[in-house]
């Protein structure tokens, strides 16, 4: 499977401001579409947000983020960035990424299909 680490999550007050990152080993991010997912205590898992192949460099985003959250690439760091902005405590949930060739095809990824352990992001006050 793609070696896949999210960082950058940690406990933040409702408006606050958080960026997530998604780093890639062994292999070129920026050829492959990446999607962040979270799941919350005792909730099913959601799709939030996805980005093409660099080439293409075309976003999505779900309803419940769209006009707060902001998808990139850095492609020298071989990284995926969340930049999320205007937190509210529903943002609370351990974050993901995953990695394939489209976002079709990411949009259709249950847990099994994630690489990493995620990282925590609270949103309190």
């Known amino acids: 499977q793609l070696h896949l680490v999210e960082s950058g999550g940690g406990l933040v007050q409702p408006g606050g401001s958080l960026r997530l990152s998604c780093a890639a080993s062994?292999?070129?991010?920026?050829?492959?579409?990446v999607g962040w997912f979270r799941q919350a205590p005792g909730k099913e898992h959601e799709g939030i947000s996805c980005i093409t192949t660099s080439n293409v460099g075309s976003t999505y985003y779900a309803d419940s983020v769209k006009g707060r959250f902001t998808i990139s690439r850095d492609n020298a760091k071989n990284t995926v960035y969340l930049q999320m902005n205007s937190l509210k405590p529903e943002d609370t949930a351990v974050y993901y990424c995953?990695?394939?060739?489209?976002?079709?095809?990411?949009?259709?990824?249950?847990?099994?299909?994630?690489w990493g352990q995620g990282t925590q992001v609270t949103v309190s006050s």
């Open positions: 062994g292999f070129t991010l920026d050829d492959y579409a």
């Open positions: 995953a990695a394939s060739d489209t976002c079709i095809t990411i949009a259709t990824m249950t847990r099994d299909d994630y």
